[in-house]
């Protein structure tokens, strides 16, 4: 990691421990806390990370906003920076300029069409944190092209709805919305499905850490039979199997990460990266969330432990961006598709 690797992860999480401390975040009576939090994130150029700089953003690498985002994920933060980060790289990557303030992100995968008065139409559902953004950046098709649109949130009908962590998921209606600026996308350029994707494999690394964190530091702390329960060999066996599990997720996650850094096309590799990753960080989610809970009992279970925080999000998180059927669907139909010669030979290029 680079020096200004290490500035990026110093700086998110020295903001995050004093603004957003999942403890107390978890016992606060409101969502006051977001604001500060948001404003403190904003004003260090963290919203802007994947940005250039000639379009009024910090210009870091794609690396370093996956490194902002696992510290997120750690926090197991509720607020929309991970879909800021994808919205700005889209619009970038148009031609356009990214506005201040939350924002989220619709996929072509949605079908969201641009009618030939330049207006919107469709209805999207699942939109993360759509009701708390103020614009959000929708990609269209359009002739056999792809098109970002930036609406704002106000020119559309939002349904205000709850992800399985209790976050914003809600319904946009985009019916008769004219975008404040349209840009086109270069065929060769990362959509926003396989961006997501990645992206919600980092969270979900830096939430598995997380998660094996407070689990060690749970079972050398709780006492049964006169002893620490991290010294019976079948917690330790069940607390090695989730370090285990956090080892593979972060090995996907940074595989993916440094992939899409390199990457000047979205081509047969990246899309194989993308894919494992989301699969392959799905399936210890999976696992993790349910050791984790193993570990706690039924504590873990109660509004007063932060340990649901973690397990919420990363049930959620499987979720976006396609789940681990979605990708290995897609993956096998891929592989089907090259015939059985292109097998070996793609995996040992990768």
């Given at each position: 990691?680079?020096?200004?690797?290490?500035?990026?992860?110093?700086?998110?999480?020295?903001?995050?421990?004093?603004?957003?401390?999942?403890?107390?975040?978890?016992?606060?009576?409101?969502?006051?806390?977001?604001?500060?939090?948001?404003?403190?994130?904003?004003?260090?150029?963290?919203?802007?990370?994947?940005?250039?700089?000639?379009?009024?953003?910090?210009?870091?690498?794609?690396?370093?906003?996956?490194?902002?985002?696992?510290?997120?994920?750690?926090?197991?933060?509720?607020?929309?920076?991970?879909?800021?980060?994808?919205?700005?790289?889209?619009?970038?990557?148009?031609?356009?300029?990214?506005?201040?303030?939350?924002?989220?992100?619709?996929?072509?995968?949605?079908?969201?069409?641009?009618?030939?008065?330049?207006?919107?139409?469709?209805?999207?559902?699942?939109?993360?944190?759509?009701?708390?953004?103020?614009?959000?950046?929708?990609?269209?098709?359009?002739?056999?092209?792809?098109?970002?649109?930036?609406?704002?949130?106000?020119?559309?009908?939002?349904?205000?709805?709850?992800?399985?962590?209790?976050?914003?998921?809600?319904?946009v209606c985009f019916d008769g919305?004219?975008?404040?600026?349209?840009?086109?996308?270069?065929?060769?350029?990362?959509?926003?499905?396989?961006?997501?994707?990645?992206?919600?494999?980092?969270?979900?690394?830096?939430?598995?850490?997380?998660?094996?964190?407070?689990?060690?530091?749970?079972?050398?702390?709780?006492?049964?039979?006169?002893?620490?329960?991290?010294?019976?060999?079948?917690?330790?066996?069940?607390?090695?199997?989730?370090?285990?599990?956090?080892?593979?997720?972060?090995?996907?996650?940074?595989?993916?990460?440094?992939?899409?850094?390199?990457?000047?096309?979205?081509?047969?590799?990246?899309?194989?990266?993308?894919?494992?990753?989301?699969?392959?960080?799905?399936?210890?989610?999976?696992?993790?969330?349910?050791?984790?809970?193993?570990?706690?009992?039924?504590?873990?279970?109660?509004?007063e432990h932060i340990l649901h925080?973690?397990?919420?999000?990363?049930?959620?998180?499987?979720?976006?961006?396609?789940?681990?059927?979605?990708?290995?669907?897609?993956?096998?139909?891929?592989?089907?598709?090259?015939?059985?010669?292109?097998?070996?030979?793609?995996?040992?290029?990768i």
């Amino acid at each position: 990691m680079s020096d200004s690797d290490n500035l990026i992860v110093d700086t998110t999480t020295r903001i995050f421990q004093d603004l957003a401390d999942p403890q107390t975040v978890n016992l606060a009576a409101d969502d006051a806390w977001q604001g500060e939090l948001w404003s403190s994130l904003e004003e260090m150029g963290l919203t802007r990370t994947w940005v250039p700089d000639d379009l009024g953003g910090a210009g870091a690498t794609i690396v370093d906003a996956f490194e902002v985002l696992r510290v997120a994920g750690a926090f197991a933060v509720t607020v929309p920076l991970a879909e800021t980060l994808i919205a700005g790289f889209a619009l970038s990557r148009a031609g356009l300029e990214t506005p201040l303030g939350p924002l989220s992100v619709v996929p072509a995968e949605a079908g969201v069409q641009i009618e030939a008065n330049g207006t919107l139409t469709g209805t999207v559902h699942r939109v993360a944190f759509a009701s708390r953004a103020e614009h959000l950046a929708v990609e269209c098709e359009n002739d056999g092209s792809v098109l970002v649109a930036l609406v704002r949130r106000d020119a559309c009908e939002v349904t205000p709805g709850l992800s399985l962590a209790k976050e914003p998921a809600d319904s946009v209606c985009f019916d008769g919305a004219t975008p404040i600026a349209t840009g086109t996308l270069s065929p060769q350029a990362p959509h926003v499905y396989p961006v997501g994707a990645a992206v919600r494999a980092m969270q979900m690394a830096g939430a598995l850490q997380a998660v094996l964190d407070i689990s060690v530091n749970y079972a050398t702390e709780r006492v049964a039979f006169e002893r620490p329960i991290g010294k019976f060999q079948a917690v330790q066996h069940n607390l090695a199997r989730l370090a285990g599990e956090v080892a593979a997720a972060n090995a996907s996650a940074n595989s993916v990460a440094f992939a899409l850094e390199n990457a000047t096309t979205y081509d047969d590799g990246l899309f194989i990266e993308v894919a494992s990753s989301k699969i392959r960080v799905g399936e210890a989610a999976h696992e993790g969330a349910m050791i984790g809970h193993q570990a706690h009992g039924a504590i873990g279970f109660t509004q007063e432990h932060i340990l649901h925080r973690y397990t919420h999000r990363l049930w959620s998180w499987r979720d976006d961006f396609g789940d681990e059927n979605y990708w290995a669907t897609r993956l096998g139909s891929h592989f089907a598709a090259q015939g059985a010669e292109r097998l070996w030979p793609t995996l040992t290029s990768i």
